[in-house]
């Protein structure tokens, strides 16, 4: 758990937004999956439901996907940066 915590605490206050928003949305969709249940015809879940489920499931997805994209990208530029650096200094 204290490795958890730790962790927690290097992500900037974007990731933590992104992350925040990433896991309420897909709550938000599993709920409507779930009240689309109960709505009549009970025990079917029309197709608008699952329609909107599937967007919100690639909204999610976009806002950790692009997230993490770009911070590989950013890491492997930096790297690449130091490296030339490194090799001009030498």
């Not at 992500?11 to 709505?39: D, H, P, Q, S």
């Not at 599937?54 to 994209?69: K, P, R, T």
């Not at 890491?75 to 130091?82: P, T």
């Amino acid at each position: 758990m204290k490795h958890l915590k730790q962790e927690f605490d290097k992500l900037t206050f974007k990731e933590v937004i992104i992350y925040t928003l990433a896991v309420v949305t897909m709550l938000a969709g599993l709920t409507l999956l779930f009240i689309g249940l109960f709505i009549p015809p009970e025990g079917e879940i029309h197709g608008s439901v699952l329609t909107a489920f599937g967007s919100v499931c690639i909204f999610v997805a976009s806002l950790l996907g692009i997230s993490l994209h770009y911070a590989n990208e950013l890491d492997k530029f930096k790297n690449d940066v130091q490296e030339r650096l490194d090799e001009f200094i030498k």
